[in-house]
């Protein structure tokens, strides 16, 4: 988790700040498990979103622009190249938990309007009832598969796309194939960007297929992660970002972005992405069983 920054991506004007009376003091069932909201014992408007048992968003009460997830402040930087950081945006969230990346961008970019889409039916209600969240048109959030939320989605409607969608500590298969990053590429706008979270541990080789999905599908993808994980040490996030726009992913601002964010990142396009991916193939969807 990053440090914490009051000054940085402030929105503009006032926002009311979610009260506590409601909030539940353990794990509340449903229908895929569990979530829990685990107070920060260091900031007093700081909580986790625990989903299984699993940290799966931080939001700050009195600040929603402030990102603590170091793959979500990675994702930010990508998306603040889009119309320049300027203006609303419309934004697919695959996979919604807290919200907290939906949130920020509400209060950077007023007048966006996002769809996030969560597998259990009864967590974006609770999160609700919890948070502050902007209301529909600006946010929307619907109960179902992301894949199968995804295809209902018209062509051409989406300015981002973003992917967080986990079972656990890992991806599911259906949502990391050539045939799913087609859909992406098809519900987004030209110059649109879809952006990933691959968790991946040593040797990597779940990100480096990721990767050579995403290139086989769009002519322009970038990653950035933390520099030890790209070394092969420990566990965590990959952030890939791909798009039809040349410009985006290789501009010096994206790098200048990349190299100021509070934790050390680094971001890999071109011949260094090239390398990195080496050989790892394109994953698709398992055939389809013959017909009896």
Known sequence: MAARDRTSRRPSGSHRTPTRQAWPTGPVAVPTGTVELLPDPDDPDGVTVLVNGVPSSYLDLADPTHLAFEYMQQMAAVIDGVDDG?????VVHLGAAGCALARSLAATRPGSRQIAVELDAALPELVRSWFDLPRSPGLRIRAG????ELNRLPSGSA??????????????????????????????????????????RPPLALARAEIATARAVFAEVAIVAEPGLLRGRGYGNVVIAATDDPRLLGEARLARAVRSLPAPARLLH??????????????HDPPAAPEA
């Open 86 to 90: 300027s203006g609303a945006l419309t």
């Open 145 to 148: 598969d992301a894949r199968a």
């Open 270 to 283: 071109d011949g260094e992405l090239t390398a990195f991916v080496g050989t790892a193939s394109a994953l």
């Open 159 to 200: 300015d981002v796309v973003v992917r967080d969608v986990f079972a656990g500590d890992r991806t599911p298969a259906h949502v990391t194939t050539l045939e799913f990053v087609a859909d992406v590429a098809r519900v987004l706008r030209p110059g649109g960007v879809y952006l990933a979270n691959c968790a991946d």
